[in-house]
């Protein structure tokens, strides 16, 4: 059949975050009789919230899956992605239902050129999977370096600006220790243009 396209039967029950021939985690469907093989498919059947639907962006998050990944919602490609222990996110805000369900279809193959480990335990979906909503202009990624010779932090915080026009800010950054804040470093302002990703950087000592 098309290898392209999720089968349309033979479908069985599986749970993850797990691994083909195991069953625990969030319930997804993979098709029958691919425990032992390197390539399936998984879907889903979800509902999204209405209150999402106000200008904010929506993304389908993964902490792991293991290796090559090639995700559909509504049957429209939302993303791929390579590598079996980096979380990443498929963004699905222009193909995503609000009022009706939607389905998800996801093609794993857990075997990458050559370095195909063997171990059941990290084929397919084996980490969570989660649905979150960011605001269009959002931090994307934070990046922590502490310099103990220095007694210092650096912190690299990166902003999406997934909106039409520019947009200008100040990030606050602070270090808590359980519910004590035992560090505050500079404010610093960003500007982000239209579609784009601005990284900032503060750095501050103790």
Known sequence: GDRSKPPTFGWMTLRV??????????????????????RAWYRLRFTAPRNWNDGRRIL???????YQCAGYLNGQAVGKHIGGYAPFDFDITSSVNFDTSNELALQVDDEPQGLHSGKALHSGIWRSVYLRSVPAVH????????????KEVTVRVWVRNDTVEPQNGVLTND???????ILSLPQVGYSVAPGQTEMVEVSAGW
Do not use: K
């Not at 691994?19 to 098709?31: A, K, N, R, V």
């Not at 389908?60 to 293991?66: E, H, K, P, R, T």
């Not at 270090?175 to 804040?181: I, K, Q, S």
């Open 60 to 66: 389908l998050s993964f902490d792991g899956v293991n």
């Open 175 to 181: 270090v808590w220790l359980g519910n004590r804040r």
């Open 139 to 150: 931090i994307d990624n934070v990046f922590v370096m502490p310099s103990v010779r220095r």
């Open 17 to 38: 975050p797990g691994s083909w021939g195991h069953d625990y985690g969030h319930e997804f469907d993979i098709p029958d009789g691919t425990a032992q093989a390197t």
